[in-house]
């Protein structure tokens, strides 16, 4: 079994708003991925958690939040976001250690209005 | 962030043809990643290669590892409609860990 789920699947806020998005796998895998993905361009990373500690951040504005409560379970929480982040946030995992290969949730559509 | 070469960026081809598309990086890695993406869903894995000039299938893909470590091939054999999406390159540089490096991506489209 290869899935990572995601929820919600779609989400408009506005923005001051304040939301949450999460992201679960059950394959034992020990890193996990937030990526920021616009229209027709490749995924952007935007953290890094391994063994449950935050290990990449990369550069991304405070409004967004990573919390990692446990190595099955990753959130992304959101606040007083604007309208350019609007865009598909997908979450990943890998196992860890030497083995690379990332598997992709299906993503959260988020509209900010 | 960085991207790498990815080409062709788009494919029109009839079913049954073959297609090939390439990356290629200014640097030296050690995992490429192959993935195919449908409109508004995530990435999933087609083939991961971990070893210069490995050669590795999956059904009616291939994908290979080139020798000097920058750069990777998909082929996909007898394409059938539902080949259409956009494949996405993904290097790992050795010395960045868990940061993969996107290709732009190629947009493939079949037509009967």
């Known amino acids: 079994d290869t899935e990572v789920t995601q929820t919600p699947k779609h989400l408009v806020m506005g923005m001051t708003n304040k939301k949450s998005l999460k992201c679960e796998q059950h394959m034992g895998h020990r890193a996990m991925y937030w990526y920021k993905q616009k229209a027709k361009k490749p995924p952007e990373l935007m953290f890094v958690?391994?063994?449950?500690?935050?290990?990449i951040n990369e550069s991304v504005p405070s409004r967004f939040s990573p919390e990692c409560p446990n190595s099955s379970l990753l959130n992304l929480h959101l606040h007083a976001l604007q309208p350019e982040d609007s865009a598909l946030y997908l979450c990943?995992?890998?196992?860890?250690?030497?083995?690379?290969?990332?598997?992709f949730g299906p993503g959260t559509r988020l509209t900010v209005t | 962030g960085q991207q790498l070469n990815q080409s062709p960026q788009s494919m029109f081809i009839q079913e049954g043809e073959d297609v090939s598309m390439n990356c290629t990086s200014s640097s030296i890695f050690n995992t490429w990643l192959w993935y195919k993406q449908d409109p508004g869903e995530g990435p999933v894995l087609l083939i991961a290669?971990?070893?210069?000039?490995e050669l590795t299938s999956n059904g009616r893909l291939t994908a290979q590892f080139g020798i000097t470590r920058k750069d990777s091939f998909l082929n996909i054999s007898a394409s059938i409609p539902s080949d259409v999406g956009i494949y996405f390159c993904?290097?790992?540089?050795?010395?960045?860990?868990?940061?993969?490096?996107f290709g732009a991506g190629t947009q493939v489209v079949v037509t009967p």
């Open positions: 993904a290097g790992q540089s050795t010395d960045s860990w868990g940061k993969f490096q």
């Open positions: 290669l971990y070893k210069a000039g």
């Open positions: 990943a995992s890998s196992q860890g250690g030497q083995l690379y290969e990332q598997y």
């Open positions: 958690y391994s063994y449950e500690k935050l290990s």
